[in-house]
Nanobody
């Protein structure tokens, strides 16, 4: 069992930055690929970024490439999402998720085994 707790969300003006953190419980964090997803009101949950468990390979949605950076600290059992040049369309509830040793790092929600409760990001224009 893994528990995930996100933090770092808030209200920011367009062009600003935020760093989200997701702290995981348990001793096997390094065996999980980690993902960030977001869900805006009335929309489906959408992939944002992911990082592999085996080598730190990273993957991004086209809409955030060049602006967002995912990273992880296995020593701290934490995954981060650095978000720069934020836009109003980035406004959403952001979730982190964990997938146990997937062969391919998933970019859709279904393969993920555990989810956090979400942290709200609001970008004003």
């Amino acid at each position: 069992q893994v528990q995930l707790v996100e933090s770092g969300g808030g209200l920011v003006q367009a062009g600003g930055s935020l760093r989200l953190s997701c702290a995981a419980s348990g001793r096997t964090f390094s065996s999980y690929s980690m993902g960030w997803f977001r869900q805006a009101p009335g929309k489906q949950r959408a992939f944002v970024a992911a990082i592999s468990w085996y080598g730190g390979n990273t993957y991004y949605a086209d809409s955030v490439k060049g602006r967002f950076t995912i990273s992880r600290s296995n020593a701290k059992n934490t995954v981060y999402l650095q978000m720069n040049s934020l836009k109003p369309e980035d406004t959403a509830l952001y979730y982190c998720a964990a997938a146990w040793r997937p062969t391919i790092v998933p970019t859709t929600p279904r393969p993920y085994d555990y989810w956090g409760q979400g942290t709200q990001v609001t970008v004003s224009s």
